[in-house]
């Protein structure tokens, strides 16, 4: 139901619009994210370190002691006949209350009779035990707001909430009804019961998930021409490629040419690490598709790479006719109608390849870099330049080959395990600070022997609310303290021009260091780079700084990569020391699907699937499994009713979204 629909009040309406909430349903499916379970501690169970939640009656006036912006609250209270000691810090409002009062404590023993709390309440306890949901929120709205919406919401409709799961997959599963499940996520009355509401919202997410990929799987499945050429002119040029493609690179050119020559329209991504050899077997795509007569057109997420393709490619293809469209290319109107008229056989360029007034006179091959997945949109928006296109997406974040099936199950996908032999690979290190004085004796080393380094910053510039590095201050202070070399800031505020002048000097050996934001994540090839170095290295996800890092990899020279810190937390810690030991793409994207889910990773919200709020791919494999087969079979029951009514919702309801 639309929020206009619901009885509410102007503030939860605000509540709504901040936390993106914009009918009931993302109102009923806006889940915490963790528990508190408040139950009653008897002082028998009282342990050091324990977590304690009781009712008191307070013997001695709170006492606040100050020290700059923080506070400490101590008060005594009798519980159970013991008199306890206990602290709050920065609560200094807690006034106003009597001897004799009682008063709710959730802490923390220390053991001696000390407690430190982090809650009070001033009511009841009956009010307050149980399992407290606590929500994602933004700053300002506070958690108990987020309940009384929900409460609010769910209490108006609660006679209207019915499953959208056919009854027979519920029984089979033994799960429990929507209602049910919705009540006790938000309200759960018992751990058994929450844990079966999860189990019910899961799966029903999972069904949901899958339906939906095998609906854009339909979506795409659509005839074109085979294609047709010279096996003969495309073996030559593979011979010519410069190198021997490894057994992976071999497979994956057959996998694609297959696609290529059939009547079906390729759906396929192309995964492998960074430095695999993605390109080259993209560039034998190429031109066995411009020697079946048809245009090609490659997408690089930036101008940068796209420059670097299009130098790469220019030398190889012989008298295939190539240009180079980006946003600042100077005669892209003439570009644009040679495009048309079928006068260029293939294109490179950045996203605006396919803005609306660029036509191709007879498209045969998409294929996106650095992209792992169109979204359907997107998708619709391509097949529009051409009837017979196919689609080949790249990606450098790749996915173990049983995760990928059920990951990509809209798309085919050809994996490139072994990179080529003869890679050096790189020494990852973690350093505990967020400074280079600890080896600024091997960036000189580096600098001496002739090679150049990338340092990379998060932010561009300087805020004094976080501690954050800034390129620009970063390159102010390298280039003071390495007087004798050259060192440039590259960030996505300079113009197209700028940018590429600096990376011309810094491809150049011009420039020796290269101060940038992640600008140069992907793609971007400098042989003679050799070291990188990350600050805040916590910023990043593991795959972006494996991409980083992929970055010194190029040459015949062993790469190093310091990753920078200054926090102390523990997880983050263990995070850098995971990637920093481990430099297989594959295992580095399975830690950061398990800790982060995949909806960061990739970039779900474009991609026209249910985005998995409560369900881990990775975490939840039983669950994902039965839903996956289900679903499976809920699309090809043409004759059921429910079947067919729960897609007909899902087609409507976040699908539509996507789809038109
Ligand atoms: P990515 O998969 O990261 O896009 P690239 O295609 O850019 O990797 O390849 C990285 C480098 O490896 C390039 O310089 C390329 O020329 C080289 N390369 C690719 N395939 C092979 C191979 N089979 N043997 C040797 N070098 C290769
Ligand atoms: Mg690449």
New binding site residues.
């Given amino acids: 139901m639309e929020l206009a629909k619901l009885k509410l009040t102007a503030k939860r309406k605000t509540i709504c619009d901040k936390l993106g909430l914009k009918d009931s349903d993302d109102i009923l499916s806006y889940y915490p994210f963790r528990y508190e379970n408040y139950q009653v501690t008897p002082i028998c169970d009282f342990i050091e370190g324990g977590n304690v939640f009781f009712e008191a009656e307070l013997l001695t006036y709170p006492s606040t002691f100050r020290y700059g912006r923080k506070s400490r609250t101590s008060f005594k209270v009798l519980y159970e006949d013991e008199e306890l000691s206990v602290s709050i810090f920065n609560r200094p409002w807690l006034k106003g209350l009597d001897i004799g009062d009682k008063i709710v404590i959730a802490g923390k023993y220390d053991g001696n009779h000390k407690i430190t709390a982090n809650q009070y309440y001033l009511k009841s306890i009956e009010e307050i035990k149980g399992i407290i949901p606590v929500y994602p929120s933004v700053a300002g709205i506070g958690q108990h707001e987020i309940r009384k919406l929900i409460e609010s919401v769910y209490g108006q409709l609660t006679a209207s909430l019915e499953d959208d799961l056919p009854l027979e997959y519920i029984q089979r599963h033994r799960l429990v009804d929507y209602r049910t499940a919705i009540s006790n996520i938000h309200f759960p009355k018992s751990e058994m019961l929450l844990k079966m509401a999860l189990a019910r919202l899961k799966y029903e997410e999972f069904v949901r998930f899958y339906l939906a990929m095998e609906l854009i799987r339909d979506e795409k499945v659509k005839a074109k021409k085979g294609k047709s050429f010279d096996e003969r002119k495309l073996s030559s040029f593979i011979d010519n490629i ?5 057994d992976d ?1 071999k497979k994956a050119t057959r996998e694609i040419l297959a696609d290529i020559k059939s009547s079906r329209i390729m759906y396929r991504l192309l995964q ?11 560039m034998i795509a190429f031109y066995a598709n411009y020697l079946a007569g048809y245009q090609g057109a490659f997408m690089a997420p930036t101008e940068i790479l796209a420059k670097q393709h299009y130098e ?1 490619i220019n030398g190889l293809f012989g008298d295939c006719r190539i240009v180079l469209l980006t946003g600042s290319s100077k005669n892209s109107d003439n570009l644009k109608k040679e495009i048309a008229d079928g006068n260029v056989d293939l294109v490179i360029g950045t996203h605006s390849l396919f803005q609306d007034d660029v036509s191709f006179k007879k498209l045969g091959l998409v294929v996106a ?2 992209q792992q997945r169109f979204g359907v949109k997107q998708r619709r928006k391509l097949k529009n330049k051409g009837p017979d296109a196919d689609f080949l997406m ?1 990606s ?1 974040t790749p996915i173990p080959r049983t995760l990928a099936s059920s990951i990509y199950g809209d798309m085919d996908v050809s994996t ?1 395990e072994v990179l ?3 890679r050096k690979g790189c020494d990852t290190y973690l350093i505990k600070e967020n400074s280079l004085r600890s080896f600024l004796d091997a960036i000189r080393k580096t600098l001496k022997e002739g090679q150049q380094i990338y340092i990379i910053g998060a932010a561009i510039d300087h805020n004094d609310n976080t501690n954050i590095k800034d390129v620009r201050e970063l390159s102010q202070a390298i280039g003071q303290l390495l007087k004798e070399y050259k060192v440039e800031c590259l960030h996505g505020r300079l113009s197209d021009e700028e940018k590429e002048t600096i990376m011309a000097r810094f491809h150049a050996n011009e420039v020796q260091v290269l101060v940038s934001t992640t600008v140069v994540e992907v ?1 971007v ?1 400098v ?1 003679n780079a050799t070291m990188m170095i990350i600050y805040d290295a916590d910023r990043f996800g593991l795959s972006q700084l494996h991409q980083l890092r ?1 970055r010194v990899q ?1 040459g015949n020279l062993k790469g190093s990569c310091y990753l920078l810190t200054a926090s102390k937390d523990k997880d983050v810690i263990a995070r850098l020391a995971f990637l920093a030991n481990c430099n297989d793409g594959f295992e580095i994207s399975k830690y950061d699907l398990k800790t982060r889910g995949p909806g960061d990773l990739l970039g779900y919200r474009q991609s026209g699937l249910p985005p998995l709020v409560l369900g881990n791919l990775l975490n939840d494999e039983k669950i994902s499994k039965a839903a996956r087969a289900d679903a499976h079979e809920i699309i090809g029951r043409t004759d059921d009713f429910e079947c067919q009514n729960l897609i007909a919702k899902l087609k409507a309801a976040a699908f539509k979204k996507y789809i038109d």
């Fill in positions: 410069g190198f021997p493609l490894t690179q492998g690490d960074v430095g695999s050899g993605k390109t080259a077997v993209a790469s870099d650095e790249m450098a490139i080529p032999a003869g793609g090839n042989p992929g190029r």
